[in-house]
C-alpha cells in the first residue's frame, strides 16, 4: 500500500500550476520557475565574460549555451530568450 508523506502533500487548485523538474506545469503552458531563470541569467553572464576573457573556447560556449536554450525550448520562453540574446549584443 502507498502512503503519502502528509507534509508533502498539499491540495491546491489546478490554475495555481504544479512545481515540477525547474518549471510550473499549468493547464495549457509550462513556463519556468523564477528561481531557474534568475539562475540561467547568472549562469549566462558568468559563461560570456569567461569566453571573453579567453578562458573557455567557442565550443564549450556553444555548447553551454546551447544547452541552457535547450531548457527553454520546452516552455514558454520568449521573454528569457529576449533576455539572453541582450546580454550577447550589449
Known amino acids: 500500500m ?3 508523506h502528509s507534509n508533502k502533500v498539499s491540495i491546491r487548485k ?3 500550476g504544479i512545481d515540477f523538474l525547474s518549471y510550473v506545469c499549468l493547464p495549457h503552458r509550462k513556463i519556468l520557475r523564477t528561481r531557474t531563470k534568475r539562475r540561467i541569467l ?3 553572464e558568468e559563461i560570456m565574460n569567461s569566453f571573453d576573457r579567453g578562458i573557455i573556447n567557442e565550443k564549450v560556449f556553444s555548447s553551454k549555451i546551447n544547452s541552457y ?3 527553454i525550448k520546452h516552455c514558454k520562453g520568449e521573454k528569457i530568450k529576449e533576455q539572453i540574446n541582450r546580454i550577447f549584443f550589449d
Open 2 to 4: 502507498i502512503e503519502l
Open 14 to 16: 489546478i490554475n495555481s
Open 69 to 71: 536554450f535547450g531548457i
Open 42 to 44: 547568472k549562469k549566462v
